[in-house]
Nanobody, 119 residues
């Protein structure tokens, strides 16, 4: 099983980025998948989840700005991030498990992709 994130980078406040998480070794349609992030000096926090039935859930601090989705045919998880703020700066990770878990308990994690929001 492997998760590989991409799409991070430097963006100005108010800008947009789309992160991708390519999955191999399992099918995204059968796993509960999430995005988490870790800012410098802080613990990892949950950002968004998408269930096997495509129900999406968001942390309050990204609600209305971020959109989680997946393409099961391509086995890719996405995170569309709009109206980015400097406080969104973090390493973003995708994770997967057979069902919802406590954040630290997700079985599979990617290596992360850096997102920096700065002018």
């Amino acid at each position: 099983v492997q998760l590989v994130e991409s799409g991070g980078g430097l963006v100005q406040p108010g800008g947009s980025l789309r992160l991708s998480c390519a999955a191999s070794g399992f099918t995204t349609g059968t796993y509960h998948m999430i995005w988490g992030r870790q800012a410098p000096g802080k613990g990892r926090e949950w950002v968004a989840s998408i269930t096997t039935s495509n129900s999406a859930y968001y942390a309050d601090f990204v609600k209305g700005r971020f959109t989680i989705s997946k393409d099961n045919a391509k086995n890719i998880l996405y995170l569309q991030m709009d109206r980015l703020k400097p406080e969104d700066t973090a390493v973003y990770y995708c994770a997967a498990d057979l069902g919802p878990q406590a954040l630290s308990s997700y079985k599979y994690w990617g290596q992360g992709t850096q997102v920096t929001v700065s002018s």
